[in-house]
């Protein structure tokens, strides 16, 4: 099992299993998309085959809805027996997200969660490299997927690859979710209580606690995972590429909460100055800024993505030229202002 995180401080390891197939139906053609915020995802490479037993694939995604794509994205791989992995790198520009990888102890299922957000019409991919055991005929089918909470429209989030006759398949749509309940409902605020989510159509999912991911793995019919920390009643809910299902009951947080994390500190801004109408893409730097949102004289900037260490953002129109204060503020708090120069 192996355990990547981008962008940030590596994180503790996830037990992995190989996940289950889910269900699936075939795709409608040509349906538009019923969802503001959507994500579709596809792949593509160099693929193992014939005589050759390495190479490499891309898997990639695109917002494509009304609205930028927030919330965490989650992104899985399989691979056919015979076919591995040693893992993925994913390839964005600017750093304004956090990318966390895990890898299953046999090289087959990867699992990857992308925070941040995702620009309308924004392609990002991640790079495999495949190997395959010499001397064994090379089949079976590649499954990339991709699941969002805020992504309501289940179509184009399943791909997959025939090696055996070297093609796309046609595209498929995962039956919807269903929660049944939880093996466990009460545990600490500090977080690392085992639960086990029940259920059906919940492969590929990511567990969401309050909204934030737990670290663990689903087959059909079951999500295990160690909750993060907490405080209070949380909701519990299996986000798959067929949906999103909710628990009938919730996880209750019992004694302390964990610690806020720190404060966030802006250091600069690599544009400071930009015509009053708005509009102007700014990039701000500093640390513990996951999660930020950032504000422009106390006016929230539009197309917001935060990593550790910078975030991206477009500066909103200002009431009048001059000083204004930009903030981050997260979970930790608010930073300490800097000025930027709205332009008449």
């Known amino acids: 099992?192996?355990?990547?995180?981008?962008?940030?401080?590596?994180?503790?390891?996830?037990?992995?299993?190989?996940?289950?197939?889910?269900a699936a139906v075939a795709a409608p053609a040509g349906t538009p998309s019923t969802s503001a915020q959507h994500v579709t995802v596809s792949q593509s490479g160099n693929y193992p085959g014939g005589f050759f037993t390495s190479g490499n694939m891309a898997a990639s995604w695109v917002s494509s809805g009304t609205s930028d794509l927030t919330g965490p994205t989650h992104f899985t791989v399989d691979l056919p027996p015979g076919v591995t992995t040693d893992g993925a790198m994913f390839?964005?520009?600017?750093?304004?997200?956090?990318?966390?990888?895990?890898?299953?102890?046999?090289?087959?299922?990867?699992?990857?969660?992308?925070?941040?957000?995702?620009?309308?019409?924004?392609?990002?991919?991640?790079?495999?490299?495949?190997?395959?055991?010499?001397?064994?005929?090379?089949?079976?089918?590649?499954?990339?997927?991709?699941?969002?909470?805020?992504?309501?429209?289940?179509?184009?989030?399943?791909?997959?690859?025939?090696?055996?006759?070297?093609?796309?398949?046609?595209?498929?749509?995962?039956?919807?979710?269903?929660?049944?309940?939880?093996?466990?409902?009460?545990?600490?605020?500090?977080?690392?209580?085992?639960?086990?989510?029940?259920?059906?159509?919940?492969?590929?999912?990511?567990v969401l606690v309050g909204g934030v991911p737990a670290a663990g793995t689903c087959t059909d019919t079951a999500c295990t995972v160690t909750t993060p920390g907490g405080s209070g009643s949380a909701p519990v809910s299996v986000v798959t590429p067929g949906g999103t299902a909710t628990a009938p009951a919730g996880f209750d947080y019992t004694g302390a909460a964990p610690p806020a994390p720190p404060a966030p500190v802006v250091s600069s801004l690599t544009t400071t100055s930009g015509p009053v109408t708005g509009g102007t893409g700014v990039y701000v730097q500093g640390a513990n800024l996951t999660y930020g949102s950032i504000a422009f004289g106390g006016v929230p900037a539009a197309h917001?993505?935060?990593?550790?260490?910078?975030?991206?953002?477009?500066?909103?129109?200002?009431a009048a030229p001059g000083l204004v204060d930009v903030t981050v503020t997260t979970a930790g708090g608010t930073s300490a202002p800097v000025t930027y120069t709205y332009t008449a």
């Open 304 to 318: 917001v993505s935060c990593g550790p260490s910078f975030c991206s953002a477009t500066a909103p129109a200002g």
């Open 91 to 206: 390839y964005s520009t600017p750093y304004d997200y956090t990318f966390t990888e895990t890898l299953s102890p046999d090289g087959r299922h990867l699992e990857a969660v992308l925070t941040g957000t995702r620009v309308v019409g924004k392609s990002e991919f991640m790079k495999l490299s495949l190997r395959t055991t010499p001397g064994v005929p090379v089949a079976g089918v590649i499954t990339v997927t991709a699941a969002n909470p805020n992504d309501t429209d289940p179509t184009g989030h399943v791909s997959r690859y025939d090696l055996g006759s070297g093609s796309q398949l046609p595209a498929t749509v995962q039956a919807a979710p269903a929660v049944t309940g939880l093996g466990t409902t009460t545990g600490p605020g500090a977080g690392g209580t085992p639960v086990t989510v029940s259920g059906s159509n919940l492969a590929h999912g990511m």
């Open 1 to 22: 099992m192996i355990t990547r995180l981008a962008a940030a401080s590596l994180g503790a390891a996830l037990s992995m299993t190989l996940l289950t197939t889910g």
